[in-house]
């Protein structure tokens, strides 16, 4: 896979694209006072690298804002992104986490999300956890087991052990849920609530059931299980 890395700088302020098939990007911006990563799109091969490119043109101690619209992707490539976040907080850099209006953090989004040291998220954004599979549609547990990991860098336990009582780590299915439930039950995940722009009647747009697909409803998130 074959991607397009462009740099462009004006003035003070110096950004990169990194364009790939399937419409991921990895959008760096450096201005005096903190920078900016922006990844959207799917999490495949070599995102990570051009990630870890746009991390290394960052100034040494510079704040740094990761925007996060994903719906997930390959274990391991989010698992190398989490490698490169955890290395520059050890180096001291300070580093957040943030998801946008009407933005969704699906799948290993959500791993990533969680190693920020502040996160935040729009009210109107929507989360989704589910077990690792492979693509045959088989569970892995290695990955599902190293998911949950990076999940308790930030999610309470509690919450865990919640949605693993739900089985949500166990079955084919998607748990999705808003972000203003996940600040207003404490599950950890979510520090700041952006309310730059609030619709207290905004409820996310979970995926339709089709008649192949069982639901277990809630206010503001539904587990899907797929029986094939």
């Not at 991921?24 to 911006?29: D, G």
């Not at 699906?106 to 502040?118: E, R």
């Not at 952006?194 to 277990?216: A, F, G």
Request: glycine share 6%.
């Amino acid at each position: 896979m074959r991607l397009l890395l462009i740099l462009i700088l004006w003035g003070s302020n110096i950004e990169a694209y990194a364009s790939l098939k399937d419409d991921p990007t990895v959008h760096l911006k450096i201005t005096s006072e903190h920078a900016e990563i922006e990844i959207s799109g799917s999490f495949v091969p070599t995102l990570e690298l051009y990630f870890a490119q746009a991390v290394q043109r960052l100034p040494k101690d510079l704040p740094l804002l990761l925007k996060l619209n994903s719906g997930g992707g390959m274990y391991t490539v989010g698992d190398k992104i989490i490698t490169i976040i955890k290395n520059e907080i050890q180096q001291g850099r300070e580093v957040n986490t943030y998801v946008g209006l009407y933005d969704e953090c699906a799948s290993m989004c959500v791993a990533v999300f969680a190693q920020g040291l502040k996160r935040l998220a729009h009210p109107s954004s929507a989360f989704m956890v589910h077990a690792a599979r492979t693509q045959t549609l088989g569970l892995h547990l290695t990955s599902t087991a190293g998911y949950q990991s990076h999940l308790l860098h930030s999610v309470s336990q509690t919450w865990l052990n919640e949605l693993t009582e739900q089985k949500v780590f166990k079955v084919f299915g998607a748990y999705w849920i808003s972000a203003n439930e996940l600040f207003t039950e404490n599950t950890g995940l979510i520090t700041d609530l952006d309310q730059s722009v609030y619709y207290n009647t905004y409820e996310p747009q979970l995926p339709k059931i089709s008649d192949h697909e069982s639901q277990i409803d809630g206010s503001h998130y539904r587990v899907v299980t797929l029986f094939r």
